[in-house]
């Protein structure tokens, strides 16, 4: 019992908390095996796509398949801000994970990416920056089928043709009139 | 000869005779339509000044008796085009003594229904708006034009065929009549002296007219049967309803006629030449097309019957067992079984029993116009209760003011035109007595492309 | 047009002099050319130019995302790069409770009558309860569908009801003629006619009519839901959104893809596929702007076969002069 003195208990205690303290500071380097890289992303117009691809590797250089990476961007609209998520892709064998990203707003977007890779205890965050020029109206309303002549068109053929025919019909009267006209009392006399 | 002029002196004198006498009892009709008109005309100003909401119509059922009535009388003009077009160019020879009468009721029966129209409007002082921001693909804007045009060409085709009626009444009442009136008929007549070049215009006009006026009158009520079909209200929604449409129009005119015809038949004494045959005849028409709807009738009903889509079931229920199941069989049984029935019974084969079923089929007729608006709007679009509609006064009144117009309107027609068509009459009748091969030496009647009047081949 | 037919020559006085002569002699009856017909034709075409294709041609495609406003709406609402907003609703069923929980009528409504002066009995956001099989009920807020393929703009006879550029579809009460046929054509029961004197709020009598703010209404003419177009091109979310106790209404815009029910902000696109959202009746083929994600109320906490909703009220209606009122 007396070999263990106070002295002992103290740098056990003390390496104990040096090698907890180690740990604690090692840990999310020792557990942070991911290497991740974003390339860069092409200038792009409204209505084009664009390709964002994130690899993730491990320390030993191994790709890491199978995880999942999420994509966030910081929106506002209507007196109302935060980061909505717009897109979530899974690493392939390659360890490459790739977003077909469509923006949707002009001008300068700081995306925030976040991975959870297996056997990581927290999730992990990169950014990537896309410039969006502005472009022309994207969403079209998908109703109506236009069959060229066929519609109004049509009508007015309709009635242009109809109401010639009345005209013409009306002349006829205008005719029977004139036919009568000048005759003065020459038919009256006939039929007496 | 002599008989040939007598008869010919006969029926002149036939269609003289309302314009030169008038009786008591016209003026007692015309004082008690008047005054029914006036009532409506008071319940039409209760309606400007308060809103439609004095009527029976609300957000789910919208329309009502108004537009039910607006389709009746468009229905109802249809049966100039039968009677006068359709006989004439297939040459069915009976038709003679009828023609005017139907062209009248015609032209009466497209100025009704459009004020139908006007009387529903919620806005009726925007109503130029329609000629001014009219968009060609609504069906309110086809019915326009196809009413405009129906009713343009149905006053040519009253007018023109009525030419040489009016020159007859210029000639011979031109001592009898006021001033005003021997001034109507020789403006009217155009100077008409029966002469080739004349009769050819004549005759050309009345060809075109007869065949371009039946395309006219089929898309008319085809596109009054739209404004119901370009919506997706479950029974209004089918791809019959041009075609049923027309067919109920021809039926209820033939109806709508052979009353007409029975009324003035009595009041003008034209028992000569509205024989009990035209009544048959007609009514044998009115039996055709009874079988037409009710084909039409079983067409439409089984072929959504049979599937129940949604709604339907709500529709076949509300029409055949609860809230619409008196009118709708009375409309089946009353409206389209009886007149094949009477028809075909030679009991009922004559001036009376047709008569009565022409009474049966117009009112079944608006009733149909009624339910098919009514049940059309009552079936639920969104989970909510079924509403109701029932009419209320002004509705009511405004409904007999329009008969009550309708029937004043010939009426008045009655007492300033020709009701028979004299000439075609005598040209009929001549033709007749020539087949029968009679003793009376008449000058051998040579085709000629115009129509004829008697006096030139009596002579 | 007319000419000498050799049997007429009997009177001279037949002739009508003065017309010139057709090119040919016609056969019987027409006594009339080529040329004749077509000073026919033409005048008979000359009928048919209508004054309403003047004026359209004058004003252009309705609905075309450049034309100036011809029914005087405001200029169309843009994103902050320029192009127009395509309005949407995104209504979650998973919250909405009908207010069960509020012990009041449905906020949204409430907030929209409050808001429009929606004289009564009209609900231009409704909430309809309907049966789920199995038989418990889920509540389902409708306001107008602003379809795309709108069949009241398609029948409208003079175009007072008409799409805008943003897709919503509005009504100008000052050129309805109150025919209602847009009623009969509307499958969602979604129009409201003005049967009677429309009543005024005292706010109001000083208010400038638009079809973007229908205030005061006006009698005979028709009204609904226009999605408060000119609080959203202000960045103000519509009144019923606002009213929602649980947020369960998004408004969105298309063209951003972007959606918020005031309190979270989300892609539009992404928030109706991940949702499995619907639309009421698609099969009409009306491609309505209203979506649905299914639900009956259980992210309020409540139960399906808990049925019943307070009814509607129309407190403003106390305020007003002459107010006349009518059932649905």
Same mark, same amino acid.
Request: net charge negative; charged share 20%.
């Given at each position: 019992m007396k070999a263990i003195t106070r002295r002992s208990t103290r740098i056990v205690a003390g390496l104990l908390a040096g090698c907890a303290i180690l740990v604690a500071f090692a840990g999310p380097t020792i557990a942070s095996h991911v290497h991740v890289s974003v390339a860069t992303v092409d200038e792009v117009a409204i209505g084009e796509t664009v390709a964002i691809p994130v690899a993730l590797r491990g320390t030993d250089g191994s790709?890491?398949? %199978?995880? =999942? #990476? !999420?994509?966030?961007?910081?929106? @506002?609209?209507?007196?109302?801000?935060?980061?909505?998520?717009? %897109?979530? =892709? #899974? !690493?392939?064998?390659?360890?490459? @994970?790739?977003?077909?990203?469509?923006?949707?707003?002009?001008?300068?977007?700081?995306?925030?990416?976040?991975?959870?890779? @297996?056997g990581a205890a927290e999730v992990e965050t990169t950014s990537a920056v896309i410039e969006v020029t502005g472009g022309a109206q994207l969403y079209r309303s998908p109703a109506g089928v236009d069959v060229p002549g066929v519609g109004v068109e049509l009508l007015m053929v309709v009635l242009a043709t109809v109401w010639t025919i009345l005209f013409w019909v009306v002349l006829r009267i205008v005719a029977i009139a004139r036919a009568g006209g000048e005759a003065g009392e020459v038919g009256l006399e006939a039929r007496r | 000869m002599a008989a040939l002029n007598d008869w010919q002196e006969r029926l002149e004198e036939t269609a003289l005779e309302p314009v030169r006498r008038t009786g008591r009892r016209f003026w007692a009709v015309v004082v008690t339509l008047v005054a029914i008109i006036g009532w409506g005309v008071y319940a039409y100003i209760v309606q400007l000044r308060d809103g439609l909401v004095v009527t029976g119509m609300r957000d789910r059922i919208s329309w009502g008796l108004y537009i039910a009535t607006f389709v009746f009388f468009i229905g109802i003009s249809h049966a100039g085009t039968l009677i006068s077009a359709i006989l004439r160019v297939s040459n069915a020879r009976w038709r003679t003594p009828v023609t005017r009468m139907a062209e009248f009721v015609t032209v009466v029966a497209l100025i009704c229904g459009a004020s139908f129209v006007i009387i529903d409007l919620g806005r009726p002082d925007r109503l130029l708006n329609v000629f001014i921001y009219g968009r060609w693909q609504s069906p309110i804007i086809w019915d326009v034009l196809a009413i405009t045009t129906y009713l343009t060409a149905s006053v040519t085709y009253l007018f023109v065929p009525m030419i040489p009626d009016l020159a007859l009444f210029r000639d011979r009442l031109a001592d009898r009549s006021s001033r005003w009136r021997g001034w109507l008929y020789r403006t009217l007549a155009i100077g008409w002296h029966d002469r080739p070049a004349q009769r050819r215009s004549l005759g050309s006009a009345i060809?075109?007219?007869?065949?371009?006026?039946?395309?006219?009158?089929?898309?008319?009520?085809?596109?009054?049967?739209?404004?119901?079909?370009?919506?997706?209200?479950?029974?209004?929604?089918?791809?019959?309803?041009?075609?049923?449409?027309?067919?109920?129009?021809?039926?209820?005119?033939?109806?709508?006629?052979?009353?007409?015809?029975?009324?003035?038949?009595?009041?003008?004494?034209?028992?000569?030449?509205?024989?009990?045959?035209?009544?048959?005849?007609l009514g044998y028409l009115m039996a055709a097309f009874a079988a037409i709807m009710i084909y039409a009738n079983i067409s439409e009903l089984l072929v959504h019957g049979y599937k129940l889509r949604e709604g339907v079931e709500f529709h076949f229920r509300q029409l055949f067992l609860n809230e619409f199941a008196p009118l709708f069989w009375f409309y089946l049984l009353g409206g389209l079984i009886a007149p094949i029935v009477i028809a075909l019974v030679p009991a009922t084969r004559n001036v009376g029993g047709m008569v009565a079923a022409a009474v049966l089929v117009t009112l079944a007729m608006w009733i149909e116009r009624y339910f098919i608006v009514v049940t059309g709007l009552r079936v639920p679009l969104m989970p909510y209760e079924p509403a109701s509609y029932a009419?209320?006064?002004?509705?009511?009144?405004?409904?007999?003011?329009?008969?009550?117009?309708?029937?004043?309107?010939?009426?008045?027609?009655?007492?300033?035109?020709?009701?028979?068509a004299v000439w075609e009459v005598a040209e009929d009748h001549e033709a007749t007595v020539a087949n029968a091969g009679a003793a009376i030496p008449t000058v051998a009647i040579p085709a000629v492309d115009g129509p004829r009047l008697a006096e030139e081949g009596g002579r | 047009m007319f000419h000498d037919h050799p049997s007429d020559q009997r009177a001279s006085a037949d002739r009508t002099p003065g017309d010139s002569a057709a090119a040919t002699p016609q056969a019987s009856g027409s006594g009339f050319g080529r040329r004749g017909f077509l000073r026919v034709l033409g005048l008979g075409a000359l009928s048919v130019v209508p004054l309403p294709l003047v004026s359209e041609l004058i004003r252009g495609e309705s609905g075309d995302a450049e034309a100036e406003p011809v029914h005087g709406q405001g200029a169309a609402a843009r994103t902050r790069d320029g192009r127009i907003r395509q309005w949407t609703m995104i209504i979650?069923?998973?919250?909405?409770?009908?207010?069960?929980?509020?012990?009041?009528?449905?906020?949204?409504?409430?907030?929209?009558?409050?808001?429009?002066?929606?004289?009564?009995?009209?609900?231009?956001?409704?909430?309809?309860?309907?049966?789920?099989?199995?038989?418990?009920?889920?509540?389902?807020?409708?306001?107008?569908?602003?379809?795309?393929?709108?069949?009241?703009?398609?029948?409208?006879?003079?175009?007072?009801?008409?799409?805008?550029?943003?897709?919503?579809?509005?009504?100008?009460?000052?050129?309805?003629?109150?025919?209602?046929?847009?009623?009969?054509?509307?499958?969602?029961?979604?129009?409201?006619?003005?049967?009677?004197?429309?009543?005024v709020p005292p706010e109001a009598f000083l208010a400038d009519y638009s079809p973007e703010h229908q205030v005061p209404a006006k009698k005979g003419t028709v009204m609904k839901c226009d999605f408060c177009p000119d609080m959203a091109r202000t960045g103000t979310l519509p009144y019923c959104v606002q009213g929602c106790p649980q947020n369960a209404i998004w408004y969105g815009d298309l063209e951003e893809d972007i959606a918020t029910n005031g309190r979270e902000i989300q892609s539009a696109s992404r928030l109706l596929s991940e949702s499995s959202a619907y639309r009421l009746k698609e099969d009409l083929g009306t491609e309505p702007r209203v979506h649905y994600i299914p639900g009956h109320g259980e992210a309020a906490g409540r139960d399906a076969f808990e049925p019943g909703r307070l009814p509607t009220e129309w407190p403003w209606m106390e305020r007003a002069e002459g107010a006349v009122t009518w059932r649905r």
């Amino acid at each position: 019992m007396k070999a263990i003195t106070r002295r002992s208990t103290r740098i056990v205690a003390g390496l104990l908390a040096g090698c907890a303290i180690l740990v604690a500071f090692a840990g999310p380097t020792i557990a942070s095996h991911v290497h991740v890289s974003v390339a860069t992303v092409d200038e792009v117009a409204i209505g084009e796509t664009v390709a964002i691809p994130v690899a993730l590797r491990g320390t030993d250089g191994s790709p890491l398949a %199978g995880t =999942v #990476v !999420t994509f966030y961007l910081h929106m @506002a609209f209507a007196g109302v801000e935060g980061e909505a998520e717009i %897109g979530r =892709v #899974v !690493t392939d064998d390659s360890g490459v @994970a790739s977003l077909t990203y469509r923006p949707r707003l002009a001008g300068h977007h700081e995306l925030r990416i976040e991975y959870l890779a @297996a056997g990581a205890a927290e999730v992990e965050t990169t950014s990537a920056v896309i410039e969006v020029t502005g472009g022309a109206q994207l969403y079209r309303s998908p109703a109506g089928v236009d069959v060229p002549g066929v519609g109004v068109e049509l009508l007015m053929v309709v009635l242009a043709t109809v109401w010639t025919i009345l005209f013409w019909v009306v002349l006829r009267i205008v005719a029977i009139a004139r036919a009568g006209g000048e005759a003065g009392e020459v038919g009256l006399e006939a039929r007496r | 000869m002599a008989a040939l002029n007598d008869w010919q002196e006969r029926l002149e004198e036939t269609a003289l005779e309302p314009v030169r006498r008038t009786g008591r009892r016209f003026w007692a009709v015309v004082v008690t339509l008047v005054a029914i008109i006036g009532w409506g005309v008071y319940a039409y100003i209760v309606q400007l000044r308060d809103g439609l909401v004095v009527t029976g119509m609300r957000d789910r059922i919208s329309w009502g008796l108004y537009i039910a009535t607006f389709v009746f009388f468009i229905g109802i003009s249809h049966a100039g085009t039968l009677i006068s077009a359709i006989l004439r160019v297939s040459n069915a020879r009976w038709r003679t003594p009828v023609t005017r009468m139907a062209e009248f009721v015609t032209v009466v029966a497209l100025i009704c229904g459009a004020s139908f129209v006007i009387i529903d409007l919620g806005r009726p002082d925007r109503l130029l708006n329609v000629f001014i921001y009219g968009r060609w693909q609504s069906p309110i804007i086809w019915d326009v034009l196809a009413i405009t045009t129906y009713l343009t060409a149905s006053v040519t085709y009253l007018f023109v065929p009525m030419i040489p009626d009016l020159a007859l009444f210029r000639d011979r009442l031109a001592d009898r009549s006021s001033r005003w009136r021997g001034w109507l008929y020789r403006t009217l007549a155009i100077g008409w002296h029966d002469r080739p070049a004349q009769r050819r215009s004549l005759g050309s006009a009345i060809g075109v007219l007869m065949i371009l006026i039946i395309p006219i009158a089929v898309s008319v009520h085809t596109v009054v049967s739209w404004i119901f079909a370009m919506t997706m209200r479950v029974p209004w929604d089918s791809a019959l309803f041009g075609a049923f449409f027309v067919a109920g129009a021809i039926f209820s005119g033939i109806a709508i006629l052979i009353i007409v015809m029975a009324i003035l038949r009595r009041a003008y004494h034209l028992e000569e030449y509205v024989t009990e045959k035209h009544f048959v005849y007609l009514g044998y028409l009115m039996a055709a097309f009874a079988a037409i709807m009710i084909y039409a009738n079983i067409s439409e009903l089984l072929v959504h019957g049979y599937k129940l889509r949604e709604g339907v079931e709500f529709h076949f229920r509300q029409l055949f067992l609860n809230e619409f199941a008196p009118l709708f069989w009375f409309y089946l049984l009353g409206g389209l079984i009886a007149p094949i029935v009477i028809a075909l019974v030679p009991a009922t084969r004559n001036v009376g029993g047709m008569v009565a079923a022409a009474v049966l089929v117009t009112l079944a007729m608006w009733i149909e116009r009624y339910f098919i608006v009514v049940t059309g709007l009552r079936v639920p679009l969104m989970p909510y209760e079924p509403a109701s509609y029932a009419p209320t006064w002004v509705e009511w009144s405004l409904l007999a003011a329009g008969l009550a117009a309708f029937a004043l309107l010939i009426t008045v027609f009655t007492k300033l035109f020709p009701i028979i068509a004299v000439w075609e009459v005598a040209e009929d009748h001549e033709a007749t007595v020539a087949n029968a091969g009679a003793a009376i030496p008449t000058v051998a009647i040579p085709a000629v492309d115009g129509p004829r009047l008697a006096e030139e081949g009596g002579r | 047009m007319f000419h000498d037919h050799p049997s007429d020559q009997r009177a001279s006085a037949d002739r009508t002099p003065g017309d010139s002569a057709a090119a040919t002699p016609q056969a019987s009856g027409s006594g009339f050319g080529r040329r004749g017909f077509l000073r026919v034709l033409g005048l008979g075409a000359l009928s048919v130019v209508p004054l309403p294709l003047v004026s359209e041609l004058i004003r252009g495609e309705s609905g075309d995302a450049e034309a100036e406003p011809v029914h005087g709406q405001g200029a169309a609402a843009r994103t902050r790069d320029g192009r127009i907003r395509q309005w949407t609703m995104i209504i979650d069923l998973r919250a909405c409770d009908g207010c069960q929980s509020t012990g009041q009528p449905p906020r949204c409504t409430a907030a929209c009558i409050e808001g429009h002066f929606a004289p009564e009995p009209m609900e231009w956001m409704q909430v309809f309860e309907a049966d789920l099989a199995g038989g418990g009920t889920q509540f389902i807020p409708t306001p107008c569908q602003q379809c795309q393929n709108p069949p009241c703009v398609n029948v409208c006879p003079v175009a007072a009801t008409f799409s805008t550029p943003e897709g919503t579809v509005l009504i100008d009460q000052e050129r309805c003629i109150g025919c209602r046929i847009c009623m009969a054509a509307c499958p969602y029961d979604r129009r409201f006619f003005n049967w009677g004197n429309a009543p005024v709020p005292p706010e109001a009598f000083l208010a400038d009519y638009s079809p973007e703010h229908q205030v005061p209404a006006k009698k005979g003419t028709v009204m609904k839901c226009d999605f408060c177009p000119d609080m959203a091109r202000t960045g103000t979310l519509p009144y019923c959104v606002q009213g929602c106790p649980q947020n369960a209404i998004w408004y969105g815009d298309l063209e951003e893809d972007i959606a918020t029910n005031g309190r979270e902000i989300q892609s539009a696109s992404r928030l109706l596929s991940e949702s499995s959202a619907y639309r009421l009746k698609e099969d009409l083929g009306t491609e309505p702007r209203v979506h649905y994600i299914p639900g009956h109320g259980e992210a309020a906490g409540r139960d399906a076969f808990e049925p019943g909703r307070l009814p509607t009220e129309w407190p403003w209606m106390e305020r007003a002069e002459g107010a006349v009122t009518w059932r649905r």
